[in-house]
């Protein structure tokens, strides 16, 4: 008796049955067929199709050396198949024989899952490359570009590009030229940027440039959002987010820099007109953009988010081995003045080794410090050496699957073509 399967019950004497599968000769019991019910062979009777009266026996067209599994698993209730067939071919054989994909035994399991992994990878990178689920076709929403968009795309990815370099050049010395008013706020004189900032401008063409991209970028966005058929999933898009804090704080500092000459002489005003500049990250950040016409960097993003738990694991490995070590560094080194010290400082210690930085402005100085320097930095190693080999076996998976997408949407075959009886939504293809 198998007691580790619920419904399996010992074989009781009965009439043989004979099984024709692909050419392939089968035979076993009735009574074993009875074991599992609400599958193709439980209810078999004389009156199926596949029955032949001249050779008393039923005949199926499929494969029989998967066939070969599911007879022995209604025999002894596990499940098995050969790893030299593509798990697809056995999921679409399982749904044929009506034997849930939750009785595969363990071993022939991590093989098998692959075919899931593949399509959940397939319907994610579909849906990020612009195609149709299942289909080798542009989605229905998504038209073929006209030549004023494609030429309008390359456009805005050039303007993108200088937007950077301008962000870059004002604070080039190369770039800027003496200030036709110098202005010294409060006599500042020791920090060589600030007097840098003070006394020079922009050079006028990059001023030129910059307003002329600050006018174009918020043009754009106004009419983007006036015309878009849902401004709260506009206005909620990351994209637009950064878009807009790139944009209009960006407007709103050049004009406070040039229609308030004296800006130095209103501490409040100078303090909120630095906030601003610091937005200017945000003119960085919106390089993603490229992945609106790119679809090598959407795939980078999809990977990103698909590596999200890999990415926190090392974080937190970092976070707790940097905690640790660094506390433990402080009180080693509690006791010498000669180490500039405290314990945030000692954490910061901690994660510069761990990453195998090494700047070396802390330092161990006594021997039980040293000691936990050395651990340190083989918990770092360590650490990287565990979860980075996963990030990259992501990465690697999801690019070779790219590349199959791609080559076969340019042949104008079916990306991922349903299995027969699968009737799996989107959203449960996640849960497989």
């Known amino acids: ?6 419904g399996f019950t010992p074989t009781t004497k009965s009439e043989s049955i004979v099984f024709d599968v692909g050419g392939t000769r089968f035979e076993t019991y009735t009574g074993t067929l009875k074991k599992v019910p609400n599958t193709k062979l439980f209810a078999l009777s004389r009156d199926s199709p596949n029955y032949r009266p001249k050779t008393n026996d039923y005949y199926f067209d499929r494969d029989p050396s998967i066939f070969r599994g599911v007879l022995d698993y209604y025999r002894n209730g596990t499940l098995h198949f050969p790893n030299d067939i593509c798990a697809t071919v056995v999921r679409r054989e399982l749904d044929y024989w009506g034997i849930d994909e939750k009785h595969v035994a363990p071993c022939c399991w ?12 397939a319907e994610l990178l579909s849906k990020a490359m612009g195609f149709e689920h299942g289909t080798g076709r542009r989605g229905r929403n998504i038209r073929r570009q006209s030549m004023f968009e494609k030429y309008y795309s ?12 301008t962000t870059i050049a004002t604070e080039s010395d190369a770039m800027r030229v003496p200030a036709a008013n110098p202005r010294l706020r409060f006599n500042d004189t020791d920090n060589p940027k600030m007097v840098r900032f003070e006394t020079t401008d922009p050079h006028p063409v990059i001023v030129a440039v910059d307003l002329l991209l600050v006018g174009f970028f918020m043009s754009e966005f106004i009419i983007r959002a006036a015309i878009c058929p849902n401004r709260w999933i506009f206005f909620t898009s990351s994209i637009n987010i950064v878009e807009l804090l790139a944009v209009f704080p960006q407007a709103i500092a050049i004009n406070l820099r040039y229609l308030v000459p004296d800006l130095s002489s209103y501490p409040k005003l100078y303090f909120a007109y630095w906030i601003l500049l610091m937005f200017n990250i945000f003119r960085v950040i919106r390089l993603l953009k490229f992945g609106k016409y790119y679809v090598g960097l959407r795939i980078l993003i999809v990977t990103l988010r698909a590596s999200a738990t890999e990415m926190f694991f090392l974080v937190y490995l970092m976070v707790v081995g940097a905690v640790v070590f660094g506390v433990a560094f ?8 000669a180490t ?6 000692t954490i910061y210690w901690a994660f510069i080794t761990m990453t195998t930085v090494g700047y070396g402005d802390v330092v161990p100085k006594t021997i039980q410090g040293k000691v936990i320097a050395v651990l340190c930095a083989l918990a770092g190693a360590l650490f990287t050496g565990l979860a980075v080999p996963v ?3 992501n990465f690697d998976r999801y690019y070779r699957q790219a590349s199959v997408i791609l080559m076969r949407h340019r042949l104008g075959l079916p990306i991922m073509t349903m299995l027969p009886g699968a009737t799996k939504t989107r959203d449960q293809a996640w849960q497989w």
């Open 1 to 6: 008796m198998i007691r580790n399967q619920v």
């Open 110 to 121: 991590e093989f098998f899952k692959l075919y899931s992994e593949r399509r959940a990878t």
């Open 154 to 165: 390359y456009w805005i990815c050039f303007a993108l590009l200088l937007s950077v370099f």
């Open 330 to 337: 402080y009180y080693c080194e509690v006791w010498t003045t």
């Open 340 to 345: 500039v010290i405290d314990m945030p400082t």
């Open 391 to 393: 990030i990259a076996d």
